[in-house]
């Protein structure tokens, strides 16, 4: 059973970025695709995009194209979904998920955007 | 990009079956997934490529779809069900559907 890991919450102003990091605790997932989702407070599941990381290819989508960038260490077998000029509306638990299916997911990392 | 939707609510008493819907335009082309959500948790896959159930689902939790419409079923919904309930498919890029609240009480 493969477990993913994400780096902890974060709190961010206004206009800035953030980064959020995913590790699956045994095995690599260079051969399989690593799906991000958010999910704003009380709010449904959001479809960011997704990164292919033996090929670097990458899917984002529309809503999030311009300012989401999804990558891959393959180095440390970490993925990483970066977010760009931020405001309160990004303010959600972010996800990462395994497999074209979305099979394994990751505990979820909360941003809060914050004046 | 297109559109999946979902009724946002379902109830049932225990024991009935609990149908969730889910349409889209691209469905007759595409496989739709659904994944269970509890309060406070990471969303759970129950059903892939329309039909498929992961190892670990219970036999209950069965998946259908003909033209543009998936669907859910809980046959015999029991308490523990209750949560909502999300549908998803993957065109050229993947889509959520609004997801559905499922009340059995």
């Known amino acids: 059973q493969v477990q993913l890991v994400q780096s902890g919450a974060e709190v961010k102003k206004p206009g800035s970025s953030v980064k959020v990091s995913c590790k699956p605790s045994?095995?690599?997932?260079?051969?399989?695709?690593i799906n991000w989702v958010r999910q704003a407070p009380g709010q449904g599941l959001e479809w960011m995009g997704r990164?292919?990381?033996?090929?670097?290819?990458?899917t984002y989508g529309q809503k999030f194209q311009g300012r989401v960038t999804i990558t891959a260490d393959k180095s440390t077998n970490t993925a990483f979904v970066e977010l760009t000029r931020l405001s309160s509306e990004d303010t959600a638990i972010y996800y990462c998920?395994?497999?074209?299916?979305?099979?394994?997911w990751g505990q979820g990392t909360l941003v809060t955007v914050s004046s | 990009s297109y559109e999946l939707t979902q009724p946002p609510s379902v109830a049932v008493s225990p024991g009935q079956a609990a149908r969730i819907t889910c349409s889209g335009d691209?469905?007759?082309?595409?496989?739709t997934f659904w994944f269970q959500q509890k309060s406070g948790q990471a969303p759970v896959l129950v059903i892939y490529?329309?039909?498929k159930r992961p190892s670990g689902i219970p036999e209950r939790f069965s998946g259908s779809s003909s033209g543009t419409m998936a669907t859910l079923t809980i046959s015999g919904a029991q308490v523990e069900d209750e949560a909502d309930y999300y549908c998803?498919?993957?065109?050229?890029?993947?889509?959520f559907g609004g997801g559905t609240k499922l009340t059995v009480l």
């Open positions: 998920a395994t497999e074209t299916r979305l099979k394994y």
């Open positions: 045994g095995g690599t997932f260079t051969t399989s695709v």
């Open positions: 990164i292919l990381p033996i090929l670097d290819i990458t």
């Open positions: 691209a469905l007759p082309e595409k496989y």
């Open positions: 490529e329309d039909t």
């Open positions: 998803y498919s993957m065109d050229t890029s993947g889509v």
